[in-house]
């Protein structure tokens, strides 16, 4: 007894090994705080390119320019490639050019006669009229393409983005892809149609 007493005396006093079994319960803290502040750099990087590719994307499409053996359109993809940094994977976004006829028609529908029923909401059969031209009704009356003289257009990208580490995955995203995008509206200069270099 008098042994089992002198030895946990011993042990109470003994500081040897401490250090370790405090950065046992920091660590996993330590190495999940660092891992996320590298993902949230580079998420913020992404996204900054996403933003700067559009933007350059868009200054291009204004001009109407068309350089020859290509159309706008491929020639907008190409900036976009061109300024991510390789860091995107082009196959996996998803690019839109959506025309309007002025900015305070982006998003709104097709304007139509609300009658039998008056329910606010559009039933088939109303009239309407076909901004788009596509002959039929949109919740959305924007048409796909760049535009032309003095269209406003508005230019979005958006990517699945995946996390670098797995071990994040529960805590941001959904099962460790982030959606990310960057639009940008502009309207287009007032150029002359099929304008080539």
């Known amino acids: ?23 046992a319960f920091v660590a996993p803290i330590l190495i999940l705080s660092v891992l996320g502040i590298i993902e949230l750099g580079m998420i913020l990087f992404v996204t900054s390119l996403l933003e700067g590719s559009v933007r350059s994307a868009a200054r291009f ?31 996996t976004v998803v690019f839109t050019q959506t025309v309007y006829p002025s900015f ?16 606010g909401a559009y039933d088939a059969g109303e009239e309407f009229q076909d901004i ?15 535009g032309g003289p003095g269209d406003v257009v508005v230019y979005t990208v958006r990517v699945d983005w995946q996390l670098l580490t797995p071990m994040l995955a529960p805590f941001i995203g959904d099962g460790g892809v982030l959606p990310l995008s960057a639009s ?6 007032p150029f002359e149609s099929g304008g080539t270099g």
């Open 104 to 119: 305070d028609s982006i998003g709104s529908p097709e304007p139509y006669v609300d009658d039998s029923p008056a329910n």
């Open 61 to 91: 499409g204004i001009t109407g320019y068309s350089p020859t053996g290509i159309s706008r359109e491929e020639r907008v993809l190409q900036i976009l490639e061109e300024n991510t940094a390789g860091l995107v994977d082009m196959d």
């Open 1 to 23: 007894m008098i042994v089992a007493r002198h030895l946990f005396r011993r042990l109470r006093r003994c500081r040897r090994g401490t250090s370790t079994l405090e950065f």
């Open 184 to 189: 940008i509206v502009v309207r287009n200069e």
């Open 132 to 146: 788009n031209g596509n002959g039929q009704w949109d919740s959305d009356m924007g048409v796909d393409g760049v």
